[in-house]
């Protein structure tokens, strides 16, 4: 194990993790990059994974634990964390993960559509921080919410979740303020990040290759980074970042002029 391994381990021992949707994609990557850093973890989504995130921690496999749970079902989500006091006693960090769209152009879409979407990616959000809160009030801790680029710049295909994920950005600058001390509450924001699904975005190899290029990074992130970016947020070394957004982005997008000179 490398040195900074160790010192992850060390920062989140004995802490309880919970990542709404930890069960693949980004939020695999978070419950995998806190299990490694010690925590116990805890990851819910709708459907049983058939591999839980799982990490050596001092060479002994150690594993997320699952409930199932929709967070978009208020009495769902009551019951996980019912569970989770129940089981684990207590609870550290959230990360406030679960979320996604599919591509549908605004006018194609029906309003049904666009509830969902705004539901799963706002509404749900705000119910499981607010559960959370109420445990986190005992001895402190963290609210991670994943937003999303998409809040800050159009979102062609995916209105309603980048409104939604814009709403994200609004409340955690409130929830900090009715929450502080006890509990930070603070916004991560992805770019493009490649998971298991990205194909379905950005089609194949050559797809990703096409979209990586116009990162100054050269790459899309990997879960691994927006998990690094979470160990630091839910830490003692973040202790004064409250209301806050980290935008995770490779530098953002080239402007697109500097396209433009290069066919010129
Ligand atoms: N991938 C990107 O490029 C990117 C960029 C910026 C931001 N983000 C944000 O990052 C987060 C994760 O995205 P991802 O790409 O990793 O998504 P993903 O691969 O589609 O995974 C979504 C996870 O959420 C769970 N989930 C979905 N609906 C749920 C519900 N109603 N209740 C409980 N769990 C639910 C899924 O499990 P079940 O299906 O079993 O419920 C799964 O574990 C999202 O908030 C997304 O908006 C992603």
Redesign the pocket.
């Known amino acids: 194990m490398s040195d900074n391994k160790a010192h992850l381990e060390q920062n989140y021992q004995g802490q309880v993790v919970l990542v709404?949707?930890?069960?693949?994609?980004?939020?695999?990557g978070i419950a995998v990059g806190f299990l490694t850093a010690g925590a116990e973890v805890i990851v819910?989504?709708?459907?049983e994974?058939e591999t839980t995130p799982q990490a050596l921690v001092n060479g002994i496999p150690k594993k997320a634990h699952f409930i199932k749970?929709?967070?978009?079902d208020t009495d769902s989500t009551a019951s996980l964390f019912k569970t989770i006091e129940e089981k684990f006693g207590r609870l550290d960090v959230l990360v406030n993960?679960?979320?996604?769209?599919p591509f549908a152009l605004a006018d194609k879409a029906s309003p049904r559509f666009h509830e969902s979407i705004i539901k799963?990616?706002l509404i749900?959000p705000l119910n499981v921080a607010q559960q959370a809160n109420y445990i986190l009030q005992k001895n402190g801790g963290t609210i991670i919410f994943?937003?999303?680029?998409?809040a800050m710049r159009a979102s062609p295909g995916t209105a309603a979740?980048g409104a939604a994920?814009a709403g994200i950005l609004s409340l955690v600058k409130t929830l900090a303020v009715e929450w502080a001390p006890k509990v930070r509450v603070v916004a991560l924001?992805?770019?493009?990040?490649k998971?298991?699904?990205?194909h379905l975005?950005y089609g194949d190899d050559a797809g990703i290759a096409k979209v990586s290029a116009t990162i100054p990074a050269g790459r899309?992130a990997v879960?691994e980074d927006i998990a690094n970016a979470c160990l630091f947020l839910a830490s003692a070394q973040a202790s004064y970042s409250s209301g806050c957004n980290l935008l995770l982005n490779g530098g953002g997008e080239m402007p697109a002029f500097l396209n433009a000179n290069e066919n010129n």
Do not use: Q, W
């Open positions: 709404t949707g930890g069960t693949k994609g980004i939020g695999f819910c989504g709708r459907k994974p749970a929709d967070v978009k993960n679960a979320g996604g769209s799963l990616n749900a994943i937003g999303s680029i998409s979740y994920k924001s992805p770019g493009l990040v998971t298991e699904s990205s975005h899309m879960p």
